[in-house]
């Protein structure tokens, strides 16, 4: 992922919900930072590990990791859902289904072995 589209990404999350600013504790000590939740999200996302498996590499308890989780895929399905989460259209399923022809995979729509088809 580059670096512009990680920023753009954690600065509308940090945006729409506070619980990705950077707090202070009871002692003043200061809280995660928001990309340092945000790099946990991602791990977490993109290698399908186990939130006690960053705790120790990303300085996080496993139960922020799993909140920070939480919090980040309700966030990005508020911002970005309209846009990017829709169901396909009559032309996106026509064209993917060109697109599979061509490749050897007709009628791939529906079907669980193109799910994972690169």
């Excluded at 920023?7 to 919900?17: E, H, K, P």
């Excluded at 002692?27 to 290698?47: S, W």
Aim: charged share 20%; with cysteine.
């Amino acid at each position: 992922m580059s670096p512009e589209l990680f920023a753009r990404i954690a600065d509308a999350v940090t945006q729409l919900d506070h619980y990705f600013t950077e707090k202070e504790n009871a002692a003043g000590k200061k809280g995660c930072h928001p990309y340092q939740k945000m790099t946990t999200c991602f791990r977490v996302l993109a290698n399908g590990c186990a939130a006690d498996s960053l705790d120790a590499e990303l300085r996080m308890s496993k139960t922020t990791i799993i909140q920070s989780l939480k919090q980040f895929v309700r966030a990005v399905v508020h911002l970005f859902g309209p846009r990017y989460l829709r169901g396909p259209n009559s032309q996106d399923i026509e064209r993917l289904l060109q697109v599979a022809e061509s490749r050897g995979f007709p009628g791939m729509i529906g079907s669980i072995d193109c799910m994972h088809w690169v």
